[in-house]
């Protein structure tokens, strides 16, 4: 969600774009381990991509983030660019052009690479999930209870609905992860609708309730290896700054509410169970600075993430970035966090 009403007072006017020729390494480095919570550490941190551009297209935005097959990283912007960048480096290799069926800027916000190459993307505004090759094409498109779409034709709010997207082991299972609840529900309570894969294509499947922390909203879900899911939560306050907690959530026991017309706290509803593995807040700032106020400087409007690998004592290797909105007072900001689940 590009929050535009909260950065509408902010100066519109970004300062001098350059074009990014190399993939300078303005990023914090610092031995050792920078503990966030007894479960997440910091390693370090890139302003690499901050206020740049690769062939005329501004590389900011970003809002998801996925590894590609071939090890590359895949960076999905807001406004219709999908980039490709260099995984160790952050230096943009390749940009796609994503638009709607009739040619329009897709208002992009999640990001799957499918086992096959292709790109699931999902977008707030309508909402969809739909599926694109490589060079950008449209392949197909996954069909979105009624429920959630945005109202008149359905009970969600415009630029409120699908923001995190991700596909469970086993290549099964996609899910989509709504920013706030829809009409009926009570405040906090967001559902994660699910698609089955069968003969090539996704269908409607199961649907969970998720309980956010007062105030937020869900930028950002992934899977981890065993099926549990990491959500990013977050939330901004005018002259506070931006609030972003990390949990892991499990909806393995949760109840299918695809069903239930209305989520109300009612009994014999069971929630994704989550547990807080970190607020950002309390990373070390390791010298970052900010160009607004926020709890803590290393902090932006973090909306994306997408787990790498392993470390060799078994922690997630998880890679966050921040939409800057195109905005000149945010950052396009990368975090390299080890989580222990």
């Not at 950002?220 to 099926?227: I, L, R, S």
Request: aromatic share 6%.
């Amino acid at each position: 969600m590009r929050l535009r009403t909260v950065f509408a007072g902010l100066a519109a006017g970004l300062a001098a774009v350059t074009s990014l020729t190399a993939a300078g390494p303005a990023a914090a480095h610092s031995p050792g381990n920078h503990a966030c919570s007894p479960y997440v550490v910091l390693d370090r941190f890139s302003d690499a991509l901050d206020k740049t551009t690769y062939e005329g297209t501004y590389t900011g935005n970003l809002s998801a983030l996925a590894v590609d097959r071939d090890g590359s990283l895949a960076a999905l912007g807001d406004r219709s660019s999908l980039f490709r960048l260099n995984a160790r480096t952050l230096r943009p290799k390749a940009v796609v052009r994503l638009a709607d069926e009739k040619g329009a800027d897709l208002d992009s916000e999640g990001l799957v690479v499918d086992r096959d190459g292709t790109r699931l993307v999902s977008s707030e505004t309508e909402p969809s999930v739909r599926r694109y090759g490589p060079a950008g094409e449209i392949l197909d498109r996954l069909p979105v209870p009624a429920a959630l779409r945005v109202a008149p034709a359905g009970r969600a709010a415009a630029n409120q609905t699908f923001e995190g997207l991700t596909l469970l082991p086993g290549g099964r299972t996609l899910l989509a992860s709504m920013e706030y609840a829809i009409a009926g529900d009570s405040a906090g309570t967001v559902r994660f609708q699910t698609w089955r894969r069968h003969r090539g294509h996704f269908t409607p499947a199961a649907q969970y309730a998720y309980r956010t922390d007062p105030g937020l909203g869900v930028p950002e879900v992934q899977a981890t290896p065993d099926g549990r899911l990491l959500v990013l939560e977050r939330g901004f306050t005018a002259g506070v700054g931006n609030t972003v907690r990390l949990y892991l959530a499990d909806a393995r026991h949760a109840t299918d509410t695809a069903g239930i017309e209305n989520l109300t706290g009612q009994s014999g509803v069971r929630l994704v169970k989550k547990t807080l593995l970190a607020d950002i807040a309390a990373c070390p700032s390791l010298g970052a600075t900010a160009r607004q106020p926020q709890p803590n400087p290393l902090l932006d409007n973090i909306e994306g993430m997408t787990v790498t690998g392993r470390d060799a004592k078994g922690r997630l290797k998880v890679l966050l970035v921040s939409d800057d909105n195109q905005n000149p007072a945010q950052t396009t900001r990368f975090y390299y966090l080890r989580v222990r689940t």
